[in-house]
């Protein structure tokens, strides 16, 4: 029989489900954003999308996993700017972020947001501030591990106040935001996608964005660049990708599956409701993604290279 040619293959394709992998636990911003695509995808594709989290490492265990999975377009993969981070902080890592993967297109984009738990002693950010210096044997950050964008945030946030906290490592931020309402632990920074509703709730107390500006959805939330912290600024993107070789024409369709999700009206508002906000759908492409993850590759890697973090 003659081998199926990348075309023909394409054509047929998807004919069966496709599992999307989740770098963190269920229930966090990565996974409430992979569900959202993964149904809109799935009905542009006419098929479904299962969304499979594998939790650990930062993200690094599931991107090792997709790296080595079969590239037919039926393992693909979500993840965010830990994807251009972790290359910089594992001194072993046994993918390379770029060369590993095909990427399909840019999917969202949102600020992170410095929390506490509600009955934390600090009400805005000079209190905060003051108050670590004064208490910082005794206060705990929550992280996602080396590699998540909790631990970026949590890593540049300390740099910049200049104290070190304990931090208290989690598979995602989902688990990390369920023992911050329940008070078990203190801070976290972590995208507006999983804690806007808390916010707004009143369920945990809120200081500031890390976008360079306001953002309109979070009112009274300063930047953290303006509130003592000058030049801090971190935007949480996240990207979706195929293993290495996965046929050009099935990137493609799944690219036009992701460029159809982002420009979904109940998509949209969704996001819109956790203050995460689509990419254009002309960024949600192999080339914008591509250049994308390069670019942040070279910007963090000075910055968490002079931090001296690093995983082995
Ligand atoms: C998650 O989904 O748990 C997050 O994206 C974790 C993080 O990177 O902080």
């Not at 009905?43 to 790296?67: C, P």
């Amino acid at each position: 029989a003659l081998a199926a040619s990348p075309v023909s293959y394409a054509a047929g394709y998807p004919d069966k489900t496709i599992t999307m992998i989740v770098p963190f636990a269920a229930g966090g911003p990565t996974d409430t954003i992979a569900r959202l695509l993964a149904q809109a995808m799935g009905t542009d594709l006419k098929q479904q999308i299962i969304v499979e989290n594998v939790g650990g490492a930062g993200g690094t265990l599931a991107a090792a996993r997709v790296a080595r999975a079969t590239p037919d377009g039926y393992t693909i993969f979500i993840h965010h700017v830990g994807h251009a981070t972790a290359p910089s902080l594992y001194r072993k890592l046994p993918y390379n972020s770029i060369d590993s993967f095909e990427p399909i297109g840019l999917a969202t984009d949102a600020t992170s947001t410095l929390i506490a738990r509600k009955d934390f002693p600090a009400k805005d950010m000079p209190e905060l501030l003051a108050y670590l210096k004064a208490n910082k044997e005794k206060v705990t950050l929550a992280n996602a591990g080396i590699g998540a964008a909790s631990h970026l945030c949590g890593m540049l946030f300390m740099s910049a106040v200049g104290v070190e906290l304990t931090t208290v490592p989690y598979k995602g931020t989902g688990p990390a935001m369920n023992d911050l309402l329940g008070g078990q632990v203190d801070l976290m920074c972590d995208q507006a996608t999983n804690t806007m509703s808390h916010i707004k709730s009143g369920k945990v107390k809120a200081y500031g964005v890390t976008y360079k500006n306001a953002v309109a959805s979070l009112p009274g939330l300063p930047p953290l660049a303006s509130s003592g912290l000058p030049g801090f600024e971190l935007s949480v993107w996240h990207g979706l990708y195929a293993p290495k070789a996965t046929p050009k024409e099935v990137v493609n369709r799944l690219s036009s599956a992701l460029q159809h999700a982002v420009a979904d009206p109940a998509v949209k508002q969704r996001l819109a409701d956790l203050s995460t906000d689509p990419v254009a759908p002309n960024r949600a492409t192999p080339d914008a993604l591509r250049a994308h993850l390069k670019a942040e590759i070279d910007k963090w890697g000075p910055i968490i290279k002079k931090s001296g973090t690093y995983a082995d």
